[in-house]
């Protein structure tokens, strides 16, 4: 079973739709959560980081985590065009950052 | 600009030859990373540095991979003997804490 595991899509969605995209993880140890944004042949971009259970609002965007499950979400509203990219979430055990496969989502204007 | 820098951006090589990339962190970040990413996958932990020494190396990472930031400034990491399945985007990220990292742009190699 993969540390991290990630629906890699792909998903399509009419702009302005609400995106809702997940990760489920196997170690109830992990504390610390992120999402990345990474744009084709560019390197991950940093969106969101939380350590604790509930949600965490920036803008347009929503990171939730529900420990007694091992899900994270991150929730996209008002989604543009430019939002299409790939989505990864990643969790830190110790040193090590571990990334989902991410999903490709895709903004149809 | 005061990003992550990489170089080169996109390296072509044969089969058998050695590669180096070069990783220049975020002013004063004292955490470097490398990381491997192939297409359709996330990124792949390779190894971590903290100020110049290396703590951490994936078990991944055969003898040819070999790693060094010397001065606890800028990293190289190294690729000899390539094969075609070294081909990937290779990333570099930096920080001044552990809850988040900054990516650089990537090298891509692609070996022949």
């Known amino acids: 079973q993969k540390e991290v595991e990630q629906d890699p899509g792909p998903l399509s969605v009419p702009e302005g739709a609400i995106v809702s995209l997940n990760c489920t993880y196997s170690?109830?140890?992990?504390?610390?959560f992120m999402w990345y944004r990474q744009y084709s042949r560019k390197g991950p971009e940093l969106l969101m980081y939380?350590?604790?259970?509930g949600n965490k609002e920036d803008g347009r965007f929503t990171a939730q985590v529900d420990k007694s499950s091992k899900y994270i979400s991150l929730f996209i509203r008002d989604s543009q065009p430019s939002d299409s990219a790939t989505y990864l979430c990643?969790?830190?055990?110790?040193?090590?950052?571990?990334f989902g496969t991410g999903t490709r989502l895709k903004v149809l204007a | 600009d005061t990003g992550v820098s990489q170089d080169p951006r996109h390296k072509i090589t044969k089969r058998g030859q050695n590669v180096t990339f070069r990783c220049d962190p975020i002013?004063?970040?004292?955490?470097l990373y490398w990381y491997r990413q192939t297409l359709g996958q996330g990124p792949e932990f390779l190894t971590y540095?903290?100020?110049?020494?290396?703590?951490?190396k994936s078990r991944l990472l055969s003898d040819r991979f070999s790693a060094e930031r010397p001065k606890g400034s800028f990293s190289t990491l190294e690729i000899q003997r390539t094969e075609q399945g070294d081909s990937a985007m290779y990333l570099c990220?930096?920080?001044?804490?552990?809850?988040?990292?900054?990516f650089g742009p990537g090298t891509r190699l692609t070996v022949l």
């Open positions: 990643a969790i830190r055990r110790t040193y090590k950052y571990i």
């Open positions: 170690n109830s140890a992990f504390q610390y």
């Open positions: 939380t350590y604790s259970s």
């Open positions: 002013s004063e970040h004292n955490r």
């Open positions: 540095f903290q100020n110049e020494a290396q703590l951490e």
């Open positions: 990220a930096s920080s001044l804490t552990e809850d988040t990292q900054y």
